[in-house]
Nanobody
Framework: QVQLVQSGGGLVQAGGSLRLSCTAS????????MAWFRQAPGKDRQFVAA????????YYADSVKGRFTISRDNAKKTLYLQMESLKPEDTAIYLC??????????????????WGQGTQVTVSS
């Protein structure tokens, strides 16, 4: 059984930093593309960042480019999201996602069968 377990998040002032983690369990699960999405109240789930297996290919939403960094440690099956210069509009529930088939459309929620439980990030002004 595959599970993605998230940690991190919380409350931070505008301009501050947070780091999110997401660890995959399931000994046969070898995630290829992993990603972060976020969902604010009353809004659709939104792509934030994605990373392929090698770590060499990363993709970001325009709204977070230059402020957020996605990375992964394959030996630990762990995905990270380092968030810098946070803004109030970054406030949302952040969810990690993973898949094991290959070079899927990383921006699409339908590409990912496995999801973390979500963690709240709140940025105060």
């Amino acid at each position: 059984q595959v599970q993605l377990v998230q940690s991190g998040g919380g409350l931070v002032q505008a301009g501050g930093s947070l780091r999110l983690s997401c660890t995959a369990s399931g000994h046969t699960f070898s995630p290829y593309t992993m990603a972060w999405f976020r969902q604010a109240p009353g809004k659709d789930r939104q792509f934030v960042a994605a990373i392929r297996w090698s770590g060499l290919y990363t993709y970001y939403a325009d709204s977070v480019k230059g402020r957020f960094t996605i990375s992964r440690d394959n030996a630990k099956k762990t995905l990270y999201l380092q968030m810098e210069s946070l803004k109030p509009e970054d406030t949302a529930i952040y969810l990690c996602a993973g898949e094991a088939h290959g070079r899927v459309d990383y921006w699409s929620t339908s590409s990912f069968p496995y999801w973390g439980q979500g963690t709240q990030v709140t940025v105060s002004s």
